[in-house]
């Protein structure tokens, strides 16, 4: 299985990207599909997930009422709409896919596959 993340770029404050985050080799079925994202000097942090069967939904407070967190089973692909961006959103984001209850969500440790990263990044 290998998890194939795009979409990024560069964006003034105040604009849009969308990131995707496709599967190949299987589905997301029974899985947990997250974002994490990286900045220069800092740790991973998580941004948001979603199972993909139930569609449980969790987003870091950072980016709550901003960025939304999909899926679509057709193109077996999770979808981040980033809105409102900041300059503080800039870094590598990541997705990743492991089998986690809803309070593990947020911790990188129980993802067990990971894309490469993309680069997003907003100016001033």
């Known amino acids: 299985v290998q998890l194939q993340a795009s979409g990024g770029g560069l964006v003034q404050a105040g604009g849009s990207l969308r990131l995707s985050c496709a599967a190949s080799?299987?589905?997301?079925?029974?899985?947990?599909v997250g974002w994490f994202r990286q900045a220069p000097g800092k740790e991973r942090e998580f941004v948001a997930a979603?199972?993909?069967?139930?569609?449980?939904?969790s987003y870091a407070d950072s980016v709550k009422g901003r960025f939304t967190i999909s899926r679509d089973n057709a193109k077996n692909t999770v979808y981040l709409q980033m809105n409102s961006l900041k300059p503080e959103d800039t870094a590598v984001y990541y997705c990743?896919?492991?089998?986690?209850?809803?309070?593990?969500?947020?911790?990188?440790?129980?993802?067990?596959?990971w894309g490469q990263g993309t680069q997003v990044t907003v100016s001033s």
């Open positions: 080799g299987r589905t997301f079925s029974n899985y947990v």
């Open positions: 990743a896919a492991g089998r986690l209850i809803y309070s593990e969500f947020v911790s990188s440790s129980g993802y067990r596959l």
């Open positions: 979603i199972r993909w069967s139930g569609g449980s939904i």
